[in-house]
């Protein structure tokens, strides 16, 4: 198979084809579900959303990714604007700008006409602290009630004060739905749900495992994208369905010689949330450069507790108990020395060159200990890193030719050290 | 960032043990009965050398307060503190005991760093209070490690004493400002100075300052058509107050982190730590920082505008300030709703900017207020 036949039949890919249309059925229906009375819950996107299975009648949607979506499908700067018209400093999170530009825009310029109004906010601090402080925008906006998970941050491993409390919080947003729907939880729907999003999570891991076959059989950008119905098909058999597939046919890639960058000369590997404005030209320019950023910190971290790399299993006990420990998964809530720990063992485990981080000015619980954690890298791997600057979804804080004058950079040094 | 350095080196001289705490309500109280000397990390400025050091850590996109608080405790000539203190604020914040504990230890001069995680929630919630007790007991284990004393109830109430005196002469103080008694610069810097100082000379300071100020005061007798409040985390810097007050605002009333917020409420007396910090977390004067008084914070300013008949609100940003940030457009809608005009302006660490740029845009305010 020749490098074109390659690309082509890496094009063909069926699971991205599959992705298009869980997503759209994802909106299509929590729009007609909100339409036909369920309770409404907007949450931020570690909530724990196996929860709202164990009612007969609750939907999520998800803003954050709503507004991934909406940057990624070239909304992000529109949206942002109407935001900003409204006094909203665009300073704040591309994120939150996107998602209120949306609600002022009655769901005009969304690419899913928006998201149902909600019933009730679920926020949390883990992820970053300013979730609180944007829901409550909503909250003031509409008079919807704000219910908040208060996570502690792991600088070491969560602690056991620390899962007993995230876990009495647990009970108090189930009493809080219960309250607010007239809706009775289930534990054993939530098990189910729980332990279909485990099962999913083993299958994500499975996709994730071919960035070490060199060349890679993925790029981070594949797991950016293909991240998206963790967000709004969790705890269900579809999206067991769906990463068995695309574990399924990655595997099937790989056997039969078909790689995004055939011609692989540097392996990356990516920090901080995905470009989403950038997916496509940064994947396609990179390849060219025969570069494949193969793994991401932001898509490494689904489904394994702080600090490590594996999938946290679930065992069939407390499905509240394994939501709760996994509450600290992602990057952001928690600190140097984990990231660090965990960055490390896939730098390994992945044979990566050099390492991008990218520096995010809507992020900055992501981004402000990258320096230290770059150096660390650098000195601890003796392998290269630069650093560029992004947006994750505005467009106009990011600058292509001068990410790439670093990107290229780094493959000098790539080089410079092979030599 | 020199007057901090040092008021440090006094404190050094007389024997003080130092903890350097942000972000800006510390349990105070609770370090000051162990024998510490607590200062708080807030409202400095970027000092002769800049922010090189910061720079090498943190993005420039960082706040100034966590910038200079980087700067200050990593360069050489202040290595004047025996610990750190922390607990979580912001994402900014919360990200820095780990990166100032990697550079001080790469520095040779390693520093304890205690951390607590304050709800984030309302402490009415019971697991919340629950989780509040044990961090305060483990808060008070790891300070008796580090002092090698054990935890006084005598020691913590007169601690208390002198923190709630503290905060009704700050009280006191910012009335004698509202009537004119001292100019809201001065007052600013009176309070401001907390941060450096012992509380017990901070103590003596305001009296001082007070009992000046009361002489000088013109009692109410203030053009009241151009009072004004000032909100935000950091008081404007003093050219900016001043260009404010010559163009004949009267700055009637302060929602500043630093001033109002931080004295307008205390705990109960109780030698019980853990109560005694839940009720002050709790009832907190309201603060983006605390997250679960933002509803409260509404109805705090929406008060403070009528009680002192306020006619426009002047929101002093710290640039990066993202709590604070949240918050404005709906402020200047409510407060438009109120028939209160709101005036926004920006300062931050590279952005030290001349007076005279605010200038116009404070006169024009100034002017608005009167039709």
Not at chain 1, 117 to 128: A, I, W
Not at chain 1, 360 to 367: A, D
Request: proline residues 4%; glycine residues 8%.
């Amino acid at each position: 198979m020749t490098a074109g036949d390659a690309k082509e039949a890496f094009r063909k890919n069926e699971s991205g084809k599959r992705l298009s249309s869980i997503i759209a059925n994802d909106y299509l229906t929590l729009h007609q579900r909100a339409s036909e009375g369920a309770f409404v819950v907007w949450i931020a996107i570690i909530v724990p959303a196996e929860i709202f299975a164990g009612f007969d009648n609750v939907v999520y949607a998800v803003p954050e990714s709503h507004a991934a979506l909406c940057a990624g499908k070239g909304a992000g700067t529109v949206l942002c604007e109407k935001a900003e018209a409204s006094g909203y400093s665009a300073d704040l999170c591309s994120y939150a700008r996107i998602d209120i530009g949306t609600v002022l825009g009655g769901g005009a310029d969304s690419p899913t006409f928006g998201l149902p109004k909600p019933d009730l906010l679920v926020s949390n601090n883990n992820n970053c602290s300013l979730l609180v402080k944007w829901f409550d925008v909503h909250h003031r906006t509409w008079g919807v009630p704000h219910f908040v998970l208060d996570i502690p941050f792991c600088y070491e491993n969560q602690g056991a004060d620390d899962f007993a409390y995230i876990m009495a919080q647990f009970g108090g947003l189930i009493r809080t739905i219960e309250g607010l729907s007239g809706q009775k939880f289930n534990i054993d729907r939530a098990r189910e749900a729980v332990r279909l999003s485990s099962l999913a999570l083993q299958e994500w891991r499975r996709f994730l495992s071919f960035a070490s076959h060199r060349p890679s059989g993925i790029t981070a950008f594949d797991s950016f994208v293909q991240m998206a119905p963790i967000l709004t098909s969790r705890g269900t058999g579809q999206l067991v369905e769906h990463f068995r597939l695309l574990a399924d046919e990655t595997k099937e890639q790989v056997e039969n010689g078909i790689f995004p960058v055939p011609q692989e000369r540097y392996r990356l590997l990516w920090d901080n949330i995905a470009p989403w404005h950038q997916l496509r030209k940064m994947s396609a320019r990179l390849k060219h450069l025969g570069a494949n950023i193969t793994s991401a910190s932001y898509t490494y971290c689904i489904g394994a507790l702080e600090g490590r790399y594996e999938a946290y299993g679930y065992d069939g006990g407390d499905p509240l108990a394994w939501l709760a420990r996994l509450q600290n998964f992602s990057v952001c809530p928690h600190g140097l020395n984990l990231r660090s720990k965990a960055m490390k063992e896939v730098i390994e485990r992945n044979a990566i060159d050099g390492v991008v981080f990218a520096s995010n000015r809507s992020c900055k619980v992501y981004s402000l200990m990258q320096m230290d954690q770059m150096k660390r890298i650098r000195e601890e791997l003796d392998i290269p890193c630069v650093m560029i600057d992004v947006d994750h979804a505005d467009e106009r804080k990011y600058s292509e030719e001068a990410a790439f004058t670093r990107l290229e950079a780094l493959l000098e040094m790539i080089d410079a050290g092979r030599a | 960032m020199e007057g901090f350095a040092d008021s440090l080196q006094a404190m050094k001289a007389k024997g003080r043990a130092v903890i350097g705490c942000f972000p800006l309500y510390p349990p105070l109280e609770l370090l000051h009965s162990f024998g510490l000397t607590p200062v708080v990390l807030w409202g400095m400025e970027p000092g002769p050398a800049g922010l090189a050091r910061s720079d090498r850590h943190i993005q420039p996109y960082a706040c100034r307060v966590a910038r200079c608080l980087t700067e200050f405790v990593l360069s050489p000539g202040y290595g004047l503190m025996d610990a750190l203190f922390m607990y979580n604020a912001c994402d900014t914040l919360r990200n820095l005991p780990e990166i100032l504990e990697g550079a001080l230890r790469e520095r040779g001069r390693p520093l304890p760093v205690f951390r607590i995680h304050i709800p984030a929630v309302s402490l009415h919630r019971e697991e919340a209070a629950r989780y509040m007790e044990a961090r305060i007991k483990g808060l008070i284990a790891d300070l008796a490690a580090f002092t090698g004393r054990q935890f006084s109830e005598q020691a913590f109430l007169r601690s208390i004493r002198l923190y709630r005196r503290q905060r009704s002469l700050s009280r006191d103080l910012q009335i004698q400002a509202a009537r004119g008694g001292l100019r809201f610069a001065d007052f600013s810097e009176a309070l401001m100075t907390a941060c450096r100082l012992p509380v017990e000379d901070h103590v003596a300071l305001l009296e001082k300052t007070l009992e000046k100020a009361g002489a000088a005061s013109h009692g109410g007798g203030m053009d009241k058509r151009r009072a004004v409040m000032i909100s935000g985390i950091l008081p404007p810097p003093r050219g900016l107050i001043e260009a404010m007050e010559a163009s004949g605002l009267v700055i009637a009333a302060n929602d500043i982190a630093a001033l109002a917020r931080s004295c307008s409420s205390s705990a109960a007396e109780s030698s019980d730590a853990a109560a005694y910090y839940t009720e002050f977390y709790r009832d907190h004067s309201p603060c983006p920082t605390i997250l679960f008084s933002s509803d409260r914070r509404l109805e705090a300013i929406r008060d403070e505008v009528m009680r002192h008949d306020i006619r426009g609100v002047v929101f002093a940003g710290e640039k990066f300030c993202e709590y604070e940030y949240f918050e404005y457009p709906y402020l200047a809608g409510m407060l438009e709703e109120m028939g209160v005009r709101s005036l926004f302006i920006e300062t931050g660490a590279d952005g030290a900017l001349s007076p005279d740029v605010y200038k116009t845009r404070i006169e024009t305010f100034a002017r608005m207020l009167d039709t």
